[in-house]
């Protein structure tokens, strides 16, 4: 009974794969804010380096890994997959629970994943710095250690509410020399503009990607880099799935279910996509859920629409699922999954019903996190929970049932800097939070319909 299947380096993935070479219905293109026309990709050169562009717009199927992205990806890739032993035995499930751990990266989460080959392809064609922005600080952990490595300053706009509740990830950000900004900040126009309506705004991600965008557009030696959402990204995640295709191989097992939480949408791609590849060509019926919060919807609430990226309405119009770019979600500690809006490439495979997508309250998550961490002893990291909370919700429907399914999930993070937020579950201070109806339908109402 082997408990962990692990891979050599040699078998890290030599390519990317891209789902939309194998879509029935592929994404609808991106709209320019003011024309309402599709954008080119000379649009997006201001923000991004050519060849990030170029992989935006693919219709390749494979996409070649470059040497130095393998050459980086190998500091902590092939990551393990486990056999769940432990939390089938807790869950007394005749289910088979695997899981892609993907916290073993230097910054804790999947992100290094896009951020290594992001930062390298900046550097490839002589950009300076790099200005993002981060929720929970996940994403800029990763780039600010991926710019470090490749030789680029790296500027951060992180959402003022995890800054104020995860210092840890600032200073680690600040050790791979990143400078870090609480956002909204007072060191841009679109900070500065919310900042006058709402002196308190503990920010969003919407708002930190307006900070970082007007700091990167103007500017040639500055580039911006986004951690999810995107083509480009959820194209590099798949490196998490390539793996884990040959792990369950190894396993001898297909997955049934697969599972992951769900903020943009890019450790949810990265595992499940080179899986639904084979429900697309080969015929197969894998169930791929999208988990989220309940009090961040936009898959199971929010509309199919044209929405901007971000809050002030800078980015070009993307159609996906959204909550309106408007939304500004409950400070719950899944930091990662407090976005308005989903990635393109997925919002059309739910439209399409090839992908399933679940909301789960954030007591439920913490409570499947605690019981994960004592049957398996990793802690996950908050949003990480809430594909936990799918898991058990199926766990105990193949009990029920008694059937012996088989369930790989992401456990695409560890909660080590998010401990504040469990030893608030453990007083009792964590709420849960629900949209009303009338809430969903003012902050969707004005979007265009698609
Ligand atoms: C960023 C992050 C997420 C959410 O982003 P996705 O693009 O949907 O993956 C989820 N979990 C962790 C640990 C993260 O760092």
């Known amino acids: 009974m082997e408990k962990k299947i692990l891979l050599t380096e040699k078998e890290i993935p ?21 024309t309402r026309q599709p954008i080119g990709p000379e649009m997006l050169e201001p923000l991004f380096p050519m060849e990030l562009i170029k992989q935006e717009v693919t219709g390749e199927k494979y996409v070649e890994i470059p040497d130095a992205v393998r050459e980086a990806y190998k500091l902590y890739r092939p990551t393990p997959l486990y056999r769940a032993y432990g939390l089938e035995a807790a869950l007394d499930t005749p289910a088979h629970i695997y899981y892609k751990y993907e916290g073993v990266s230097p ?92 002196p308190h705004s503990p920010g969003s991600l919407g708002i930190a990607i307006s900070e970082a965008i007007e700091r990167a557009a103007p500017d040639p030696d500055t580039k911006y880099a986004l951690g999810s ?132 309250a954030q007591l439920e998550c913490f409570e499947a996190g605690v019981k994960f961490a004592r049957a398996e002893g990793i802690i996950p990291a908050p949003e990480a929970t809430h594909a936990l909370a799918t898991v058990f919700q199926e766990a105990a429907k193949a009990r029920e049932e008694g059937t012996r399914k088989t369930i790989l999930f992401n456990l695409c993070g560890h909660g080590h800097f998010d401990m504040q937020a469990y030893g608030d579950y453990f007083a009792g201070k964590l709420e849960d939070h629900e949209l009303t109806d009338a809430e969903i339908s003012d902050l969707t109402s004005k979007l265009i319909a698609v």
Not at 15 to 34: D, E, Q, R, T, V
Not at 314 to 338: C, D, N, Q
């Open 14 to 34: 030599s390519h990317w794969y891209n789902i939309i070479a194998s879509m029935p219905n592929k994404p609808l293109p991106p709209l320019h804010p003011g």
């Open 229 to 360: 959402v995107l083509n480009h990204v959820l194209l590099h995640q798949t490196v998490v799935g390539q793996e884990a295709l040959i792990q369950m191989e190894k396993a001898g097992e297909l997955p049934d279910i697969i599972v992951a939480p769900f903020g943009g949408g890019s450790n949810f791609a990265g595992l499940s996509f080179p899986f639904l590849r084979l429900n697309l060509e080969e015929g197969k019926k894998i169930r791929a859920i999208a988990s989220e919060p309940l009090s961040c919807p936009k898959l199971t609430r929010g509309v199919f629409s044209y929405d901007f990226g971000d809050t002030i309405g800078m980015t070009p119009l993307l159609p996906m699922y959204t909550l309106g770019h408007e939304f500004v979600p409950a400070s719950i500690h899944a930091g990662g999954l407090r976005y308005h809006g989903a990635g393109v490439i997925v919002s059309q495979l739910l439209k399409d019903k090839l992908i399933e997508a679940r909301a789960h």
């Open 107 to 198: 910054s804790g989460s999947h992100k290094p994943n896009t951020a290594i080959p992001q930062a390298y392809y900046n550097k490839q064609q002589g950009v300076k710095r790099i200005v993002t922005e981060t929720g929970a600080g996940q994403w800029g952990s990763a780039l600010s250690f991926a710019c470090n490595m490749f030789g680029l300053e790296c500027e951060v706009y992180m959402v003022k509410v995890s800054y104020n509740q995860k210092p840890y990830r600032r200073i680690m950000m600040e050790t791979f020399g990143a400078k870090v900004y609480a956002s909204p900040s007072d060191h841009t126009e679109s900070g500065r503009k919310i900042l006058a309506a709402d």
